[in-house]
């Protein structure tokens, strides 16, 4: 079937004609290795890879071995199962701040299971988090995710239909990057919040130095849980995520996309203390946090996880992923430059983007000074040249190799010599 006739026929049941995820105007139908073909046949290198989980490109040998492996002895329960339990001692192991892990199924659920978790440790209310910052789909996360109104801070302004005004109240909002607003706040209204949610890298932007440790010691100081949202960054910036990048240790942090390898798997994981409010004989008569999930654990994707997890445990795994980010990053300025253009490369070698902007930038009102309408015009070449990604985020895999390369450093030529001046 043509893909004219799929995109009109998700146009009667798919409201907007899609998922919500991603431009509807391409459906794709099978990824093997670094690349995707849509169902016209057209192939692309794949720098999206799902929104980040396919860190070792589609389809790994090893991965579609150990899930059929699975798939004979069944797939899901609804009852502990020794996948999970391995895999939830995999991530202890790695991650600095795990001493525990809960499971479920997705990042907005843990996003909003950790937040919900921070008001049952401490007795407070109120989340801080920062504007632009991305948590998920829960009412706490759309305010201020992208707002197009800037009000004055600490005020939220949610993102979406359907939150009460009720809730704005709950959430405080802080400029990311800001050491000094981040201290003012939280000084003031420290016997309020029960927990500060961040991106240690927020989407794109590097935390500033002393930043993160600043959150860590007024969290410290005023008894706030401090939240890592590491959905997109744990296992990718390092083994042991951004906080093994950086060097801070939060409270708790939130997984997803890596440890499910292609599969629907989250955890929150986090200090025993903390995560004593999931266990009912532990937890105090008010601090008892119910959560459950029908395929929380699932043994299919834990298993893809193990494997994933096992892969880049082996040597020269993140060297090479960083490498191959590093590769294409220069190639971005080097095309850049040539063309004129004012821009930046912003993020980490294994998962980054540009804006075509000068300047600093700092936080999510930096961001949306970037030129919109030459970032559009760049990926939209980037498209019709065989290259497949996010329109914010450029995500690394270890499938790509030199010819990969090769064919993007083109590609990006291409799209840096037709963006209008």
Known sequence: MH???????????????????????????EGKGSRVWDEDGNEYIDLLIGSGPMVLGHGHPEVV???????????????NNARGIELAEAICDAVACAEQVRFVSTGSEADM?????????????????????????SAEAQMSLAPERLVNFPVAVP?????????????????????????????ERADEIAGVIVEPLQRIIPPAPGFLQALRDECTKHGIVLIFDEVVTG???????????????????????VIGGGFPLAAIAGKADVM???????????GFMMQIGTLSGNPVAAVAGL?????????GQYEKLFATGEAIMASVAKHLDAAGQAHQILGHASMFDFLFMDGPVNNYRDVKRGDATKYAAFNGVLRQQGIFKSPGKTYMS???????????????AAAAASVPH
């Open 307 to 315: 494997k994933t997890l096992e892969i880049l445990r082996r040597p």
């Open 3 to 29: 893909q004219k006739d799929l995109i009109g026929r998700a146009q009667h049941v798919l409201p907007a004609g899609g998922f919500g995820n991603f431009d509807p105007g391409i459906i794709i139908r």
């Open 276 to 286: 004593a409010c999931f266990d009912k004989e532990k937890a105090s008569e008010n």
């Open 113 to 137: 299971y950790a937040m919900r978790l921070a008001r049952a440790a401490t007795g407070r209310d109120k989340i801080m988090k920062f504007e632009g910052g991305y948590h998920g789909m």
């Open 159 to 187: 993102d979406s239909g359907g939150i009460p005004d009720s809730l704005r109240d709950e959430m405080l909002v802080a400029p990311y990057n800001d050491i000094e607003f981040a201290h003012s706040l939280i000084a």
């Open 398 to 412: 270890l499938a790509l190799d030199d010819d990969d390369l090769a064919q993007i450093d083109a590609a990006v």
């Open 235 to 257: 296992f990718r910036f390092a083994y042991g995520g951004a906080q093994e990048l950086y060097g801070i240790t939060p409270d708790v942090c939130t997984l997803g996309k």
């Open 65 to 79: 071995e150990a899930v059929g492996e699975q798939l004979a002895r069944g797939m899901t329960f609804f009852a």
